[in-house]
């Protein structure tokens, strides 16, 4: 299995394990990995993933809810909530991955972990969140900071 791809299935399992629980992320990355083995390589890249989307969801939920009409985030499955996430923190703050990259990723986690639709679902969403984030940064090649504040 690719070392993205993994670290993407590791990142999904433990944001969905403090979407649940009330733990500390660090504490969740830590109780994953002495329970599971990876490459450091993915290791470090669901790490990053992990809490850069944790950290970020007060921001990346409200981006979310913006782009998903009449699906608020308690009605959405865990599953393709905690996906959204760390696809929206990819495509925010992850400018060396291509975004058609983060979105095939998304909704191929939505296919293999979510309902029948979820795939369809997160595409939806994602192409969204990918439209309103490329109108306010026309440029994502660039090194400039994209304003997160209007979106």
């Known amino acids: 299995m690719r070392t993205r791809r993994k670290a993407r299935e590791v990142a999904l399992q433990v944001l969905y394990q403090l979407d649940v629980l009330n733990i500390d992320v660090k504490e969740a990355v830590e109780l994953f990995w002495l329970n599971f083995e990876a490459t450091q390589e993915a290791r470090e890249f669901s790490t990053l993933l992990i809490e850069g989307a944790w950290d970020n969801r007060s921001e990346i939920d409200k981006l979310i809810s913006s782009c998903s009409e009449n699906w608020s ?4 499955s865990r599953v393709d909530k905690n996906i959204l996430r760390m696809a929206a923190y990819e495509l925010l703050y992850c400018h060396d991955i291509p975004p058609k990259v983060t979105l ?14 979820s795939g369809a679902f997160i595409n939806g969403i994602l192409d969204a969140i990918y439209e309103k984030i490329k109108i306010n940064n026309p440029h994502p090649d660039s090194n400039e900071t994209m304003n997160k504040d209007s979106l």
Request: net charge negative.
């Open 104 to 117: 095939n990723e998304a909704i191929d986690l939505g296919k293999t972990y979510g309902s029948e639709n």
């Open 73 to 76: 985030l308690g009605r959405m």
